[in-house]
């Protein structure tokens, strides 16, 4: 999933992104637990990215939002989720950074932790990118 909706994002089609990431997280809503849940987060992230780009703030911060707390679920306590956390947290501070910047940069600073912690070296470099 995440090679379509990068394909979609990368050739700037948001609005399709949109469709086919709520599409896909509404199907895994009905099944989501355990790993489920996971990819759930992650679809919700990619439609918090999407809706973002078409101009939707509102509702990307409340995806995103959602996303964040499906991974602080028990059920996932013992899983991996830092580098689903660390997009999410990227992409919260991309969305809040013309209204609350100081939040954003927040937002950025714990995502550089975690994707630290992982040594996502990508994921590093866009962090410190993002605070610079």
């Known amino acids: 999933m ?3 909706c990068s ?9 399709e992104g949109a469709e086919i990431s709520e599409q896909a997280a509404a199907a895994l809503k009905r099944v989501a637990a ?7 987060a992650k ?3 990619w439609q918090g990215m999407f809706n973002w780009r078409l101009g939707f703030s509102s509702i990307s911060d409340q995806l995103l939002n959602n996303s964040l707390a499906l991974l602080e679920d028990p059920a996932l306590a013992n899983q991996e989720t830092r580098p689903e956390k ?7 501070g991309h969305t809040m950074f013309d209204q609350r910047r100081r939040e954003a940069m927040d937002m950025y600073a714990r ?3 975690l994707y630290r ?6 994921g590093i470099a866009n962090a410190l ?3 610079s």
Do not use: E, T
Request: glycine residues 10%; charged residues 20%; without cysteine.
């Open 2 to 4: 995440d090679g379509l």
């Open 7 to 15: 394909f979609y994002l990368f050739r700037m089609r948001f609005q």
């Open 34 to 40: 355990g790993d489920g849940m996971r990819v759930l």
């Open 43 to 45: 679809m919700m992230l």
């Open 86 to 92: 660390a997009a999410i947290l990227m992409q919260l």
């Open 111 to 113: 995502s550089l932790d």
């Open 117 to 122: 912690s992982l040594g996502d070296r990508w």
């Open 129 to 131: 990118s993002a605070l």
